[in-house]
């Protein structure tokens, strides 16, 4: 899709806000230091920090002025993906950087944290109070015997606790991972079993939608079945007494302790996060310190345009790659506003009202929230204070036109919409948010600096104006080290370089436009995206198919023109086995409880048989792209596929639905 050269943006940034933005500033600095282009603003700069991939980290480092214990040799010692080698020789500590703030006589009193929950009270913790609590908890960690190198484990919400916890862990050298609590225990499990946690931080529960949710039992399961772990500590968010053996969160962040950064290698792992395990279990993919430090700053403080005196604010779950990005707006000295709650309670307004009372200038959220106030007609524009928000940015999946136009026209009309796409691969965005450039309907605003981002067909070419694979042909810092139990690296290759070797593939469709702009146009694969949670389809087969009546099933994902997020699930029952009410709850009941309320299907469908490869497994991405109404010659390789009488159903259904 080419665009009009002469069609109006939605939204331009005034020359004010351009001279002000931290990008502006940092390209006229690169210039007279590093020999970035003077002229020619976001699109030159871009081009040279591609081209001059190490010139341009080096100056990004420079200019956030990261601090290394010991120096690197060279910025880019091996660029060959998988493996690129990031500042060899460095060492430096994530957790230092986040917490430079407190340091700062003026700004050690001000809030870093703002927590609000679905009582909306707001409670502040201030930089000095979060580097104090980090401090005692670093000192337990160690004292507990977790060395450089041990996972821990958070199996929690979005709370000041959650964030002190990994922070405390990256001082110390640890690697964080965490779930969010309303994921079941074979969720959890299926995720922390890998990578062999020795401290498990916990709440007893949670509230969400106004209910309180006990976790007593299902956190019980996690300690019988993680056999490594040393440590329990108990989190009394609904107040109750800390089990038996479990060391109490208030005891191990009483004392008044300076922390100890830890320098570890700039490839020292920070975290775990994992893939929606589409075919079999979710991949554990290992970021490196130095990788997301210098990723983050570069993503926060020039493409969000965040600093010190910003209210950072973004509906998220410590399940979701964005709680990881959301705690780093502390790198730029930025206040977090961490919301504890359902997006929509006590009424679909609670995000607005959340960004009303804690003054937040980001405002970041689902396009799928976005679709559904605009769907429910309210007016946050008119009906809350939102003259602080700058920017409201929307991820999860892509933003449809009506929704840049609902945000224009209900909550400002000089307001910067930044759609944005990344992934959970490299906790990042490949594409969005640029604060000097206009913002055209549907359209994200431009790729990343440092990020050699295009869309290739087939065959590898460039396209520009067509839909096409989104690939990145240069490494970037973030991009895993590796794969947790990957020894010889084959799921890490066979996961991003199978289709186009030394390229990472991404599994996105987009365009990228004439101007430089970019559309998604959802997955070119399988994985299922419920508000901006990925999960895959194994972990539904594996609850679903317990019940005694379901035979097999198939589970399809698909994004809908309106923004909409259309999931059935189609099950094949047993001989005997009727689809009446009572086993359609039983099947959401069983999702539910086991999984995450989430991914309850929207329809439950009866099929005479779920399609398979040749080698047995079933077909999703052809079954999805029947379902957006793709012609079966084209949807498939006949030749692939066990029985073709079956993809039918779905074709004829997909008629239906038009």
């Not at 949710?213 to 800390?242: F, M, N």
Request: glycine letters at 10%.
């Amino acid at each position: 899709m080419t665009s009009a050269a002469d069609e109006a943006p939605l939204w331009q940034p005034g020359p004010d806000r351009i001279a002000a933005a931290a990008v502006t500033r940092f390209q006229k600095w690169a210039a007279e230091r590093h020999g970035a282009p003077a002229e020619g603003g976001y699109a030159a700069l871009h081009r040279w920090s591609v081209d001059e991939l190490d010139t341009f980290w080096q100056a990004v480092a420079e200019w956030f002025d990261v601090r290394f214990s010991t120096p690197y040799e060279t910025v880019l010692g091996d660029r060959t993906m998988p493996g690129a080698q990031w500042f060899p020789g460095a060492t430096l500590n994530y957790a230092e950087h986040a917490l430079r703030t407190a340091g700062d006589p003026l700004r050690a009193d001000a809030p870093a944290l703002l927590h609000v929950d679905e009582t909306h009270t707001q409670i502040p913790t201030s930089w000095s109070e979060l580097r104090r609590l980090v401090g005692s908890l670093a000192a337990e960690l160690r004292a507990l015997g977790v060395t450089p190198g041990d996972r821990v484990s958070g199996y929690l919400p979005n709370i000041p606790e959650a964030v002190v916890a990994f922070l405390a862990t990256a001082a110390v050298g640890g690697v964080w991972t965490s779930c969010a609590p309303d994921f079941g225990a074979r969720s959890v499990l299926d995720r922390f079993q890998q990578v062999e946690p020795v401290v498990l931080f916990t709440v007893d529960g949670y509230r969400y939608g106004g209910k309180e949710h006990h976790r007593a039992d299902t956190v019980a399961e996690l300690r019988r079945e993680l056999p490594t772990l040393r440590a329990v500590v108990h989190i009394p968010l609904l107040g109750t007494e800390a089990p038996e053996g479990a060391l109490d969160w208030s005891a191990l962040t009483a004392s008044d302790t300076e922390p100890v950064f830890e320098q570890v290698p700039f490839d020292h792992p920070l975290w775990v996060l994992y893939s929606s395990g589409t075919t079999g279990l979710p991949k554990a993919i290992v970021q490196s310190q130095g990788g997301i430090l210098l990723e983050h700053f570069k993503q926060i403080g020039l493409h969000c345009d965040l600093g010190p005196e910003d209210r950072f604010f973004w509906y998220t779950s410590t399940g979701w790659m964005m709680w990881n990005f959301l705690v780093s707006g502390l790198l730029t000295g930025t206040t977090l506003v961490l919301y504890d709650g359902s997006p929509g309670y006590p009424d679909v307004s609670a995000q607005w009202r959340v960004a009303e009372q804690t003054g937040a200038t980001l405002f970041g959220t689902s396009a799928a929230y976005v679709m559904a106030c605009r769907k429910a007609g309210i007016h946050p524009g008119r009906d809350f204070d939102l003259s602080r928000i700058q920017c409201v940015a929307t991820t999860g999946s892509p933003l449809p036109p009506d929704g840049f136009r609902w945000l224009h026209d209900e909550v400002a009309d000089d307001l910067w919409i930044a759609s944005v796409s990344g992934g959970t691969d490299v906790c990042s965005c490949f594409a969005g948010a640029v604060p000097t450039l206009p913002v055209h309907i549907g359209e994200l605003q431009a790729p990343a600096l440092g990020t050699d981002l295009q869309s290739w067909d087939p065959a590898g070419n460039a396209l520009t104006g067509e839909v096409g694979e989104l690939v990145v042909t240069k490494p970037m810092p973030s991009m895993p080290i590796h794969f947790w139990n990957d020894p010889d690296g084959s799921r890490y290759h066979d996961s991003y370089f199978d289709m186009y070797p030394g390229v990472w593939r991404h599994g996105d469709w987009i365009t990228i436009t004439d101007r430089g702009s970019v559309v998604i146009h959802g997955r070119s694969d399988s994985t299922l995206n419920r508000q901006g949670v990925r999960m895959g389809s194994a972990d539904i087969y594996e609850a679903v198919e317990r019940l005694p009546e379901i035979r097999e099933s198939l589970v399809i994902g698909l994004e809908e023109p309106d923004g909409g997020y259309w999931m059935p699930l189609f099950v094949h029952l047993a001989e005997g086995a009727t689809l009446d009410d009572e086993l359609r709850n039983s099947i959401k009941r069983t999702i539910r409880e086991n999984l995450s309320p989430r991914h309850v299907p929207d329809e439950v469908i009866e099929v005479p048989g779920i399609p398979h490869t040749l080698t047995g497994k079933r077909i999703e991405v052809p079954v999805k792209r029947l379902l957006q109404g793709t012609a079966l010659a084209k949807a498939v390789n006949p030749g692939s596929i066990d029985n073709l009488e079956l993809l039918h159903f779905y074709e004829e259904l997909a008629h239906k639905r038009r």
